[in-house]
Nanobody
Framework: QVQLVESGGGLVQTGGSLRLSCVAS????????MAWFRRAPGKERSLIAS????????YYTDSVKGRFTTTRDNAKNTVYLQMNKLTPEDTAVYYC????????????????WGQGTQVTVSS
């Protein structure tokens, strides 16, 4: 049974930064694509970033390009999301997810999920 545990969320002011971490246990995830989703209040959960198994290929949705960076350390079974220049529009619950067969835009195609961590950006 794979477990993902996110951490690093919290309250930050506009323009600030946070780094989220997601640690996997129960499985060596070095062959899995990983992704970050978020669910803002009143909105559906959506993909914001993904990273290939090797870390060599990344994807970012337009709204976070240039501000967010996802990386992974397979030796530590950990994926990260560095978030800079945060705005109130980034307020959401952030989830990490893993997929055994490559990245996908669709949350339904991910095989395992973390519990989420709240990020709140004040104006």
């Amino acid at each position: 049974q794979v477990q993902l545990v996110e951490s690093g969320g919290g309250l930050v002011q506009t323009g600030g930064s946070l780094r989220l971490s997601c640690v996997a246990s129960g499985r060596t995830f070095s062959s899995d694509a990983m992704a970050w989703f978020r669910r803002a209040p009143g909105k559906e959960r959506s993909l914001i970033a993904s990273i290939s198994a090797s870390g060599g290929v990344t994807y970012y949705t337009d709204s976070v390009k240039g501000r967010f960076t996802t990386t992974r350390d397979n030796a530590k079974n950990t994926v990260y999301l560095q978030m800079n220049k945060l705005t109130p529009e980034d307020t959401a619950v952030y989830y990490c997810a893993g997929r055994l067969r490559g990245s996908s835009y669709y949350s339904s195609q991910y095989d395992y999920w973390g519990q989420g961590t709240q990020v709140t950006v004040s104006s």
